[in-house]
């Protein structure tokens, strides 16, 4: 029996990354992956990867701002699973336009994908939970939640405004045995970060502000979110919990 048997789980920005890391982690501990991603059919990809070695699933074309979409996703998935036991709101984007040249469009942009699908999804997902007797939500924010960020003032309101949104949402749902946390990944490898992490600009700025002195791995990421995901974390709720090598240590 793996941790998550049975279980079903919509996880978000799967396609790719921290998240196709996390459905393929999840599928191996027995639970069905819903697969979402603006990239259907990378979506379909992992979904296919997971049946490989014997997980379950189903995949989605799913642009997280579309809230019609969310409860269409929900929807699918009672149907054929019976229930929603966690949501996993990974996807996000990322900007570093500074607060003084950020245009009215290019700010709603970043918070409809990385708060406003956060209100979206838990208000498609809670009914299915309460009728499974409880869940668990996973946001994914960002050390710019935590530390303040620089020079992305869009991208840092939104994942400073998840990590509150998670403590409250915590305080309303945990008498329904619902648990709410968020992960603040630090600098993690993935296609969407490479670009700038491996620039030589800033590969030394970055690497001065690890104390782990490595940039971290999605799957590292991933395990993190099968942890507060899991009965493990079971009596864990409203957690900001940073995974970044101890850049939030400094």
């Given at each position: 029996?793996?941790?998550?048997?049975?279980?079903?789980?919509?996880?978000?920005?799967?396609?790719?990354?921290?998240?196709?890391?996390?459905?393929?982690?999840?599928?191996?501990?027995?639970?069905?992956?819903?697969?979402?991603?603006?990239?259907?059919?990378?979506?379909?990809?992992?979904?296919?990867?997971?049946?490989?070695?014997?997980?379950?699933g189903?995949?989605?074309?799913?642009?997280?701002?579309?809230?019609?979409?969310?409860?269409?996703?929900?929807?699918?998935?009672?149907?054929?699973?019976?229930?929603?036991?966690?949501?996993?709101?990974?996807?996000?984007?990322?900007?570093?336009?500074?607060?003084?040249?950020?245009?009215?469009?290019?700010?709603?942009?970043?918070?409809?994908?990385?708060?406003?699908?956060?209100?979206?999804?838990?208000q498609?997902?809670?009914?299915?939970?309460?009728?499974?007797?409880?869940?668990?939500?996973?946001?994914?924010?960002?050390?710019?939640?935590?530390?303040?960020?620089?020079?992305?003032?869009?991208y840092?309101?939104?994942?400073?405004?998840l990590?509150?949104?998670?403590?409250?949402?915590?305080?309303?749902?945990?008498?329904?045995?619902?648990?709410?946390?968020?992960?603040?990944?630090?600098?993690?490898?993935?296609?969407?970060?490479?670009?700038?992490?491996?620039?030589?600009?800033?590969?030394?700025?970055?690497?001065?502000?690890?104390?782990?002195?490595?940039?971290?791995?999605?799957?590292?990421?991933?395990?993190?979110?099968?942890?507060?995901?899991?009965?493990?974390?079971?009596?864990?709720?409203?957690?900001?919990?940073?995974?970044?090598g101890?850049?939030?240590?400094?």
């Open positions: 029996m793996g941790r998550l048997q049975d279980r079903v789980a919509i996880i978000t920005g799967a396609a790719s990354g921290m998240g196709k890391e996390a459905a393929l982690l999840f599928a191996k501990e027995g639970a069905i992956i819903i697969a979402t991603d603006m990239n259907g059919a990378g979506a379909e990809a992992v979904v296919q990867q997971m049946e490989a070695f014997g997980g379950r189903l995949a989605f074309e799913h642009n997280v701002t579309d809230e019609a979409t969310w409860h269409t996703i929900v929807k699918k998935a009672v149907e054929k699973y019976g229930k929603v036991d966690i949501l996993v709101n990974n996807a996000g984007v990322s900007q570093s336009i500074s607060f003084e040249d950020v245009k009215a469009d290019e700010w709603d942009f970043v918070m409809d994908v990385n708060l406003k699908s956060i209100l979206f999804g838990v498609a997902t809670l009914p299915a939970m309460r009728q499974a007797g409880g869940g668990s939500i996973v946001n994914i924010s960002s050390i710019a939640g935590l530390t303040g960020g620089s020079g992305a003032g869009a840092t309101a939104s994942k400073s405004g990590r509150g949104l998670t403590k409250a949402l915590a305080n309303d749902y945990g008498k329904e045995n619902i648990r709410v946390n968020s992960i603040h990944p630090g600098y993690i490898m993935t296609p969407m970060s490479e670009p700038y992490l491996e620039a030589e600009q800033y590969k030394q700025w970055f690497m001065a502000n690890t104390p782990l002195k490595r940039y971290g791995k999605p799957e590292e990421i991933a395990k993190a979110m099968l942890f507060l995901a899991s009965d493990d974390a079971s009596f864990i709720t409203g957690v900001e919990l940073p995974v970044d101890g850049v939030t240590a400094i």
